[in-house]
């Protein structure tokens, strides 16, 4: 089938040559792919299941992308500039995002000085920012659901590497007043020893996405995203989806070249 294969075969191989392994002994290699066959979570994906497996096209925009935010002034440049230089106390909080309580102090902002290595707070704050902005323009933007950056390390735990338990509560219609079953999107931020990546599940027309700034793929993440989906869908409005006609949509995005820029942020 060329470049087509089963994602259910796909997600019983031992090893993936694509992406990157180890990235704390190098920024160059294979990423090995943890054997989950066993896991009881993989039901509800059969044989016939294809993915695409094509690489990503090389970084082209095809949209101007300038309107989706305003310029800083050169005000608000200098005050940014001001922030990341200084050397005032560490825990200094300056930032405090009321509806999600995250804290970014002088500490935590330095991450984004040039050859920074990103935190939970900062991504989880403009994950934040994203949603809100989405809310506020429901007519220009997609309606999504933005994970923070525990939820992988929570639902990926447990004997079996999968606990839909331990993140079931964590979308209850009263805790987000929608259903993810209802989003266009739902993004979901991946920590790989070092590095950051981030996973895109497509409500609507039924994809996946796996966007690693090193070329990389983890089958792995798509596997328990694909059971988690199937539980979820099952557990809150007691439907049971088929993933055989889901498949994974290449995207151009920019490949990093060094070893600490990270994270391929969404933004439209």
Same mark, same amino acid.
């Given at each position: 089938m060329?470049?087509?294969?089963?994602?259910s075969?796909?997600?019983?191989?031992?090893t993936?040559?694509?992406?990157?392994?180890?990235?704390? %002994?190098?920024v160059?290699?294979?990423?090995?792919?943890?054997?989950l066959?066993?896991? $009881?979570?993989?039901r509800?994906?059969?044989d016939?299941g294809?993915?695409?497996?094509?690489?990503?096209?090389? &970084?082209?925009?095809?949209?101007?992308?300038h309107?989706?935010?305003?310029?800083?002034?050169?005000e608000?440049?200098?005050e940014?500039n001001?922030?990341?230089?200084?050397?005032?106390?560490?825990?200094?909080?300056?930032?405090?995002?009321?509806?999600?309580?995250?804290?970014?102090?002088?500490?935590?902002l330095?991450?984004?000085?040039?050859?920074?290595?990103?935190?939970?707070?900062?991504?989880n704050l403009?994950?934040?920012l994203l949603?809100?902005?989405a809310?506020r323009e429901? %007519?220009?933007?997609?309606?999504?659901h933005?994970?923070?950056?525990?939820?992988?390390?929570?639902?990926?735990c447990?004997k079996?590497g999968?606990?839909?338990?331990?993140v079931?509560?964590?979308?209850s219609?009263n805790?987000?007043g929608?259903?993810l079953?209802?989003?266009d999107?739902?993004?979901?931020?991946i920590?790989?020893?070092?590095?950051?990546?981030l $996973?895109?599940?497509n409500?609507?027309e039924?994809?996946?996405?796996?966007?690693?700034s090193?070329?990389g793929?983890?089958?792995d993440?798509?596997?328990?995203l694909?059971? &988690?989906?199937i539980?979820?869908l099952k557990d809150k409005?007691n439907i049971?989806?088929?993933?055989?006609?889901?498949? %994974?949509a290449?995207?151009?995005f920019?490949l990093?070249?060094?070893g600490?820029?990270?994270?391929p942020?969404?933004?439209?």
């Amino acid at each position: 089938m060329g470049g087509m294969v089963s994602l259910s075969r796909l997600l019983k191989k031992k090893t993936e040559n694509g992406g990157l392994r180890g990235y704390k %002994r190098s920024v160059e290699g294979p990423r090995e792919v943890g054997d989950l066959s066993a896991n $009881a979570a993989w039901r509800g994906i059969d044989d016939e299941g294809d993915i695409t497996m094509e690489e990503a096209p090389s &970084y082209k925009p095809e949209e101007d992308l300038h309107g989706l935010f305003t310029p800083l002034t050169n005000e608000e440049e200098s005050e940014v500039n001001s922030l990341l230089c200084d050397s005032g106390h560490s825990k200094d909080i300056l930032v405090l995002h009321e509806p999600s309580n995250i804290e970014i102090t002088r500490e935590k902002l330095g991450c984004l000085r040039p050859r920074g290595w990103l935190n939970d707070e900062v991504i989880n704050l403009y994950l934040e920012l994203l949603k809100e902005r989405a809310e506020r323009e429901p %007519r220009r933007f997609l309606k999504c659901h933005f994970f923070n950056t525990f939820f992988f390390k929570k639902l990926a735990c447990g004997k079996t590497g999968y606990d839909y338990q331990s993140v079931r509560r964590w979308t209850s219609l009263n805790k987000l007043g929608y259903g993810l079953w209802e989003c266009d999107k739902i993004f979901v931020p991946i920590h790989r020893d070092l590095h950051w990546c981030l $996973a895109v599940i497509n409500m609507k027309e039924k994809t996946y996405q796996f966007l690693d700034s090193l070329g990389g793929m983890d089958l792995d993440v798509l596997g328990i995203l694909a059971t &988690y989906i199937i539980d979820e869908l099952k557990d809150k409005i007691n439907i049971e989806i088929d993933f055989s006609s889901w498949r %994974r949509a290449p995207d151009p995005f920019p490949l990093q070249h060094n070893g600490y820029t990270s994270f391929p942020l969404p933004i439209g």
